[in-house]
């Protein structure tokens, strides 16, 4: 029961971007259509997943027992960089039009406070192996469901005329805090 409740929270009531507000960047960025969305969120699910996995493992066998765990964040930095280093390389060989579409938004990957601020908080909530597992792939979930259905919104607000002061980045702005409001109606459900 313990695991549900990590992974029901971790996607609807503490959502990493409409709740936490991390990882902004990419769901500003990249929102703009729901097949790239879809790309972006791809690939932060696997970055974020083995991420944590290694950081976890790292901090476990090597920070702890060599009482170096200041050494935390450049180490998980470092891991994180890598990472998206070998995504960039087989998304670029596997599927060139979503690497094209991505464009700058997938090595931002690196510096995405959602990536480096999971594996730190399964540290601090003292999480073991499996339960930083399930908390991950939740988190990366509630990314990937935020990011969709607000490139959805984005996309169906662009079949229709704003008023010139709310075109752009105001429009987008009221709307993720719109979804963001409705996504605190999930607050009493865990």
Do not use: W
């Amino acid at each position: 029961m313990e695991y549900v409740i990590i992974f029901i929270s971790s996607i609807l009531v503490n959502n990493i971007v409409l709740a936490q507000f991390l990882g902004i960047c990419p769901f500003l960025g990249v929102s703009n259509k729901v097949s790239t969305s879809i790309g972006m969120s791809a690939a932060v699910i696997f970055v974020m997943t083995l991420a944590t996995t290694v950081t976890y493992l790292l901090y476990s066998l090597v920070l702890v027992p060599l009482h170096i765990e200041f050494m935390q964040t450049v180490g998980y930095i470092l891991v994180i960089a890598a990472l998206v280093q070998m995504v960039e390389i087989i998304m670029k060989k596997v599927s060139p039009p979503l690497y094209q579409a991505l464009g700058v938004f997938l090595p931002l990957i690196t510096t995405n406070c959602a990536v480096l601020g999971v594996a730190i908080i399964v540290i601090q909530k003292q999480y073991n192996l499996v339960q930083s597992v399930v908390f991950t792939i939740a988190i990366a979930l509630g990314f990937f469901l935020a990011l969709v259905i607000f490139a959805g919104i984005r996309e169906q607000l662009d079949l229709f005329e704003p008023p010139k002061a709310m075109k752009g980045a105001p429009l987008s702005l009221i709307t993720a805090g719109l979804l963001s409001l409705a996504f605190m109606g999930f607050a009493g459900l865990v």
